[in-house]
C-alpha cells in the first residue's frame, strides 16, 4: 500500500492499491533484527510492557529519504497530481505500532503521526477487527446519504448565525501555547460579553495532552459551550452541552451525508482501545519523561532547543530551532519522522501508544543530530 507523506504541515494519502494485513510486519522484524547496531540496541526499554510486542526495535534506514522507488513513484504521481511538497512515500502495509515503513524499505519511528491522526498505532490489530466486521462492511456499503449541501446558499447571508472558534492552541504558525490562566480569563470574557465559548480540539482531543480533551487542564468553572474535533478520532465533530444550541427546526445543519457511520465504528473501537490500554495515562506519564529529557538536552544545546513548550501536556510539546528544516531532514536520515509548523517550530505528536522506550529513541537521535 503505497501513500505519500508532505512537508509544511500538511498530509494526504493516496488511493490504497492492495489490503492491509497485519502479517506483512514480519519483513520489517527480520530487517530490523538484521540490522540493529550494538550501539542502538543500547536504548533503555525501562522495564516497560511494549503496546506492540512485535514492533520494530529500532528504525532502518537503508537509502536517503526518499529513496529511488519513492522519488520514482513520486516522478509518476507528477502527471496528475502537484508532488513539489512530498518527502516520502509511505507503505502503510509495512507499517506498524509507532514505525512507518516506505516504499525503499527504511523504516522511521514516527513521532508525527500524520499531524496527530494516528491514534493507536499503525495497523493496530484492534482497529483491524473493527475494519473487517460485518457491521463495518455494512455502514460502507449502505452509508445512508440523508441529505444535500445547499450550496447555492451557503455563506449567502453571514449573519448573527456565524459563530466564531477559539483554536486551543494555533497549530499551523508555529504551534504556540498558553496558559490556563489565560483560557480561564478568556471564558470570563465570552461570559460577560454573551459569546459562545467554542474549543477547537482538532489536534489536541482524544489524549494526546495526557488528558482526553485539552481544556480539562484548564479548570474552568463553566465548560465550552462546543467542542471540535478530528484526527485520532479518525472522523470529524463536534458536541455541545447547552440545549439552547441545539436548532429550533430540522435540516439547520444539513448537508449529504449527516455524518459517517463507519467512522464512527472506528472512532468506538479507538475509544475502547485507549481505555483497555489506559492510554491518556501512559500518554501524560510519557509526555513528562519526554519534556525532562528535552530539558536536559535545550541545556547542553540551547541554540538547538529553544522556548521548549508543552509540560504538563502530555506528548504535546513543540520548541523552536533556528536551523529547524535541517534538524528534521537529518533527523529523517537517522530514522525518526519530525514535523514542523510555522517558519522554525518543531512539533511532536506521537501516538497514544509512544512509550519511554520511544522518548529514549527520540532523544538518542536528536543529541546525534546536535552534535553534527
Same mark, same amino acid.
Given at each position: 500500500?503505497?501513500?505519500?507523506?508532505?512537508?509544511?504541515?500538511?498530509?494526504?494519502?493516496?488511493?490504497?492499491?492492495?489490503?492491509?494485513?497485519?502479517?506483512?510486519?514480519?519483513?520489517?522484524?527480520?530487517?530490523?533484527?538484521?540490522?540493529?547496531?550494538?550501539?542502538?540496541?543500547?536504548?533503555?526499554?525501562?522495564?516497560?510492557?511494549?503496546?506492540?510486542?512485535?514492533?520494530?526495535?529500532?528504525?532502518?534506514?537503508?537509502?536517503?529519504?526518499?529513496?529511488?522507488?519513492?522519488?520514482?513513484?513520486?516522478?509518476?504521481?507528477?502527471?496528475?497530481?502537484?508532488?513539489?511538497?512530498?518527502?516520502?512515500?509511505?507503505?502503510?502495509?509495512?507499517?506498524?505500532?509507532?514505525?512507518?515503513?516506505?516504499?525503499?524499505?527504511?523504516?522511521?519511528?514516527?513521532?508525527?503521526?500524520?499531524?496527530?491522526?494516528?491514534?493507536?498505532?499503525?495497523?493496530?490489530?484492534?482497529?483491524?477487527?473493527?475494519?473487517?466486521?460485518?457491521?463495518?462492511?455494512?455502514?460502507?456499503?449502505?452509508?445512508?446519504?440523508?441529505?444535500?449541501?445547499?450550496?447555492?446558499?451557503?455563506?449567502?447571508?453571514?449573519?448573527?448565525?456565524?459563530?466564531?472558534?477559539?483554536?486551543?492552541?494555533?497549530?499551523?504558525?508555529?504551534?504556540?501555547?498558553?496558559?490556563?490562566?489565560?483560557? %480561564? /480569563?478568556?471564558? @470570563?470574557? $465570552?461570559?460577560?460579553?454573551?459569546?459562545?465559548?467554542?474549543? &477547537? *480540539? +482538532?489536534?489536541?482531543?482524544?489524549?494526546?495532552?495526557?488528558?482526553?480533551?485539552?481544556?480539562?487542564?484548564?479548570?474552568?468553572?463553566?465548560?465550552?459551550?462546543?467542542?471540535?474535533?478530528?484526527?485520532?478520532?479518525?472522523?470529524?465533530?463536534?458536541?455541545?452541552?447547552?440545549?439552547?444550541?441545539?436548532?429550533?427546526?430540522?435540516?439547520?445543519?444539513?448537508?449529504?451525508?449527516?455524518?459517517?457511520?463507519?467512522?464512527?465504528?472506528?472512532?468506538?473501537?479507538?475509544?475502547?482501545?485507549?481505555?483497555?490500554?489506559?492510554?491518556?495515562?501512559?500518554?501524560?506519564?510519557?509526555?513528562?519523561?519526554?519534556?525532562?529529557?528535552?530539558?536536559?538536552?535545550?541545556?547542553?544545546?540551547?541554540?538547538?532547543?529553544?522556548?521548549? %513548550? /508543552?509540560?504538563? @501536556?502530555? $506528548?504535546?510539546?513543540?520548541?523552536?530551532?533556528?536551523?529547524? &528544516? *535541517? +534538524?528534521?531532514?537529518?533527523?529523517?536520515?537517522?530514522?525518526?519522522?519530525?514535523?514542523?509548523?510555522?517558519?522554525?517550530?518543531?512539533?511532536?505528536?506521537?501516538?497514544?501508544?509512544?512509550?519511554?522506550?520511544?522518548?529514549?529513541?527520540?532523544?538518542?537521535?536528536?543529541?546525534?543530530?546536535?552534535?553534527?
Amino acid at each position: 500500500m503505497a501513500s505519500f507523506l508532505r512537508t509544511a504541515g500538511r498530509v494526504r494519502t493516496a488511493v490504497p492499491h492492495c489490503s492491509v494485513g497485519i502479517t506483512s510486519r514480519a519483513p520489517i522484524v527480520a530487517r530490523q533484527r538484521r540490522h540493529a547496531s550494538a550501539a542502538a540496541a543500547a536504548v533503555a526499554d525501562n522495564g516497560e510492557q511494549p503496546f506492540f510486542p512485535d514492533e520494530p526495535r529500532l528504525p532502518i534506514v537503508n537509502t536517503e529519504i526518499p529513496g529511488p522507488n519513492s522519488r520514482r513513484e513520486i516522478k509518476r504521481l507528477s502527471k496528475v497530481f502537484d508532488t513539489r511538497s512530498l518527502n516520502m512515500m509511505a507503505d502503510y502495509s509495512q507499517s506498524y505500532g509507532n514505525y512507518i515503513a516506505d516504499l525503499d524499505g527504511n523504516v522511521l519511528l514516527d513521532v508525527y503521526a500524520q499531524i496527530a491522526s494516528i491514534p493507536v498505532g499503525y495497523n493496530n490489530p484492534s482497529l483491524l477487527l473493527a475494519a473487517t466486521s460485518p457491521e463495518m462492511a455494512s455502514a460502507i456499503i449502505n452509508r445512508p446519504a440523508l441529505g444535500k449541501l445547499p450550496a447555492a446558499r451557503l455563506g449567502r447571508d453571514p449573519r448573527n448565525w456565524c459563530l466564531n472558534r477559539r483554536p486551543q492552541r494555533p497549530q499551523s504558525s508555529g504551534d504556540n501555547h498558553a496558559t490556563p490562566t489565560f483560557f %480561564r /480569563g478568556l471564558r @470570563q470574557l $465570552t461570559k460577560k460579553h454573551d459569546v459562545m465559548f467554542i474549543v &477547537d *480540539e +482538532v489536534q489536541t482531543g482524544v489524549g494526546a495532552t495526557g488528558k482526553f480533551w485539552a481544556h480539562e487542564h484548564w479548570g474552568l468553572d463553566t465548560p465550552p459551550d462546543m467542542v471540535t474535533f478530528s484526527k485520532k478520532a479518525q472522523t470529524a465533530g463536534y458536541y455541545f452541552g447547552n440545549d439552547a444550541l441545539r436548532p429550533n427546526k430540522p435540516y439547520r445543519q444539513f448537508n449529504t451525508w449527516m455524518g459517517d457511520p463507519a467512522r464512527a465504528i472506528l472512532f468506538r473501537s479507538i475509544i475502547q482501545e485507549i481505555e483497555r490500554l489506559d492510554l491518556v495515562a501512559n500518554t501524560a506519564a510519557t509526555g513528562d519523561y519526554l519534556f525532562a529529557g528535552l530539558e536536559r538536552l535545550s541545556e547542553r544545546f540551547p541554540g538547538e532547543i529553544m522556548n521548549l %513548550r /508543552g509540560k504538563g @501536556q502530555g $506528548t504535546f510539546i513543540a520548541f523552536d530551532s533556528g536551523r529547524r &528544516d *535541517e +534538524v528534521l531532514r537529518k533527523a529523517k536520515g537517522k530514522g525518526v519522522n519530525i514535523g514542523g509548523s510555522g517558519e522554525r517550530a518543531v512539533r511532536l505528536r506521537p501516538m497514544l501508544i509512544f512509550q519511554r522506550r520511544h522518548a529514549d529513541l527520540l532523544l538518542e537521535r536528536l543529541e546525534r543530530v546536535f552534535l553534527e
